[in-house]
């Protein structure tokens, strides 16, 4: 019985945490006022009961940015689950493949350009590069399997760090080394209803998909053969799953950065919470993504007001020391 109210108790937990995070900063707001602004917005008020200050602040800037946290934390939760059960490696990662790498590589490409405006676009069209390098060189190698995909994307990684390290060094300066250097430590500072909508979108289109195929991830964890054996067309759903998580972690990227540990830890943590089965793992993973990504977005741009930190120093800060603790229970219980 507890069980089956995990979820929906997460759920009432990150629409709290959304309306808390809301109110959070430099002008304090309360939670009805938060309320009563969406809505008027949602035109179930005729009126708005606040300044059009504080509806500005609640609407444009606290609002959209909280709703893409949620989105980029689900999707890189998402993304990191299926990314381990696909590879059957713990320590995968969204960015296996090379696509952080891909679209920094994009993004700063776009900015030292001149096209600001599109350095989302740039990252994301660095990350799909980055992936369909990595799928090529593991088909040269011999045949694009999960052991030489997550190789070849090593080095493709490798290549486009060198890259972004270079072009950093030899073009930028002042505030485009500034911007480019938030950027690449994950910041979602300046997120609009746009890039709310984009993340959102991504992940309505890419999570049914992956919730659908559960149970064929369940079978991954017994290898190929056994995934075979029980009428699952392996290399179909492998490289379908994968291409999915690769576009959605892509956009992820571009909107947010090189955020890292969400996609590593959360799904550790919540399989230890709840078993490894992915029916109820995916979900879950999800919720928990989303909350972790608001509070640690929330953190950077309110522990050192009115300085901002990039939001990946505080899931670094915080994920690593968890990580550690999560393998430490693993070797208790094996």
Not at 192 to 221: E, N, S, T
Request: proline letters at 5%; hydrophobic letters at 60%; charged letters at 10%.
């Amino acid at each position: 019985m507890v069980k089956h109210l995990v979820l929906p108790g997460l759920g009432v937990l990150l629409l709290l945490s959304a309306v808390a995070a809301v109110t959070m900063g430099p002008a304090s707001l309360t939670p009805q006022e938060v309320g009563m602004v969406i809505l008027h917005h949602l035109g179930l008020l005729a009126e708005s009961p606040v300044s059009r200050l504080r509806d500005a602040i609640v609407w444009e800037l606290r609002l959209p940015r909280v709703l893409t946290a949620m989105a980029v934390g689900a999707g890189l939760g998402l993304s990191g689950t299926v990314m381990q059960a696909l590879t059957r490696n713990p320590l995968a990662d969204p960015y296996l493949l090379g696509l952080s790498s891909g679209a920094a590589l994009g993004a700063v490409l776009f900015l030292l350009a001149g096209f600001t405006l599109f350095m989302p676009f740039g990252a994301f069209l660095g990350s799909l590069v980055a992936l369909g390098l990595a799928l090529l060189v593991a088909g040269l190698l011999g045949g694009a399997t999960p052991s030489r995909a997550i190789l070849a994307g090593i080095c493709i990684s490798a290549l486009a760090s060198a890259a972004t390290s270079f072009l950093i060094f030899w073009s930028a300066t002042g505030d485009s080394y500034r911007e480019i250097l938030s950027w690449l430590l994950g910041s979602l500072s300046g997120s609009l209803w746009g890039d709310a909508a984009l993340v959102g979108a991504a992940l309505l289109v890419c999570a049914p998909i992956i919730l659908v195929c559960g149970r064929a991830l369940d079978a991954f964890a017994f290898g190929d053969r056994a995934a075979a054996a029980l009428g699952i067309d392996v290399p179909r759903l492998r490289w379908t799953l994968l291409g999915i998580t690769a576009l959605l972690t892509g956009l992820m990227v571009a909107i947010g950065g090189a955020i890292g540990f969400v996609g590593l830890v959360v799904p550790h943590a919540v399989r230890l919470a709840i078993g490894s089965q992915h029916r109820r793992l995916l979900p879950h993973v999800m919720l928990v993504g989303a909350i972790f990504m608001l509070w640690a977005d929330t953190a950077a741009r309110t522990l050192f007001d009115p300085r901002e930190l990039p939001v990946g120093i505080i899931t670094a800060l915080v994920g690593a020391p968890v990580f550690l603790l999560v393998l430490l229970r693993y070797r208790r219980v094996t």
